[in-house]
């Protein structure tokens, strides 16, 4: 039997700002899931937060972009942004684009990402949820992870992993999708997926046919569905370990840099990626730094077994102060490049106003 695990998410209002989930939003999924879940219609669930984002887990065997699961999810999310909007908290139901559910909810705000496989005789796997940040935030650690071997040891150790992986990259501007494999085409891989805003990691496979898909990613991106600024589109990230596949030690040394990703205040700054437990899910300084979480768990016949909260570890004390170092020393650019995204980027900017209030006061350079 093929179990389909979906990981779908949503800012649908928090408190005091783009901080924190409520509660009472999170009781509102908690009793939708169960009685789904007594209906027959998911095996089981887990609801989570990452800063101000809900976050959905679910097992079921309906297969990927399932139009029940998706329409639960978008009740759900519909619920609980009724109840932030009954809590007057902020930005209730901001990621909700669209009035009516129309078959998928990719498109209509939501992130979405989902596997289906078969469960293996033991089938450990972990989901992470970024805050304040794009999908393509993703990138760099699902590479390191299933590409890298100065981070994954497998992929010289392991005889099932040695072969390399098929990654499947989408151009999210045009909205395209292309395959690859390493090593072979390791360097036009590192060409795309550089360029964190268009080229974004969306599948990993295994080569060996009998394990199959090994990660997915959140691809959709918030302003390109609105046409205007929203919020940061905060991805999530579902990977299977272990068997074949990167271990789970391999796959969280890949959030050991505290790498800088785009997002943070105004979605328009770069700051570092920081790897906390689910009590420090919430984005306070700047409105970041931008945060992971990573959830650890197991299935057993669809059933989830956790989870594990993968960064509430002494382990990663270390890459946090790294992540606060980073903070402090970007912070000081203040407006300035890097630190403040490029034009061609920014979520928010006054630049076109500035440019035509000054257009009559340029003169020929001399």
């Not at 770069?270 to 730094?289: A, E, I, N, W």
């Amino acid at each position: 039997m093929k179990i389909t695990v979906s990981v779908i998410k949503a800012d649908i209002g928090s408190i005091a700002g783009h901080v924190r989930v409520h509660q009472d939003t999170i009781e509102v999924a908690k009793k939708k899931l169960e009685t789904a879940k007594e209906e027959g219609l998911v095996i089981d669930y887990y609801v989570f937060n990452a800063g101000d984002d809900l976050e959905l887990l679910i097992t079921h065997t309906k297969g990927v972009d399932n139009p029940e699961i998706h329409e639960l999810s978008w009740e759900i999310f519909k619920e609980s942004a009724k109840k932030a909007k009954e809590l007057k908290l902020y930005a209730a139901g901001q990621d909700l684009l669209k009035e009516s559910f129309s078959g998928n909810i990719k498109g209509m705000g939501p992130g979405v990402a989902e596997i289906e496989f078969e469960e293996r005789p033991a089938e450990p796997f972990a989901v992470f949820a970024a805050d304040k940040t794009e999908p393509g935030a993703f990138n760099l650690p699902v590479f390191r992870i299933f590409a890298d071997p100065f981070n994954t040891a497998g992929l010289i150790i392991d005889p099932k992993m040695h072969a390399g992986f098929k990654f499947i990259i989408m151009d999210v501007i045009e909205g395209k999708e292309i395959e690859l494999q390493t090593p072979e085409d390791l360097y036009d891989i590192l060409a795309l997926i550089g360029h964190t805003g268009r080229y974004i990691i969306k599948f990993v496979y295994s080569k060996d046919p009998t394990i199959g898909v090994a990660a997915a990613v959140s691809t959709q991106r918030l302003s390109l569905i609105a046409g205007r600024y929203i919020g940061k589109d905060d991805p999530v990230c579902i990977i299977r370990a272990q068997h074949g596949l990167p271990a789970m030690g391999e796959i969280l040394e890949a959030f050991s840099q505290a790498h800088l990703v785009k997002g943070w205040m105004r979605g328009s700054h770069h700051g570092p990626l920081m790897p906390v437990p689910l009590k420090y899910s919430q984005c306070t300084r700047f409105d970041g730094p931008p945060r992971v979480v990573g959830l650890g768990f197991n299935l057993c016949e669809g059933k989830l077994i956790g989870p594990i909260d993968l960064f509430d570890d002494p382990a990663f004390d270390l890459v946090r102060q790294k992540a606060m170092l980073i903070t402090d020393y970007i912070r000081s650019m203040g407006p300035f490049e890097p630190h403040m995204l490029g034009p061609e980027e920014l979520e928010y900017t006054t630049l076109p106003e500035v440019l035509k209030r000054l257009k009559n006061r340029w003169r020929e350079s001399t």
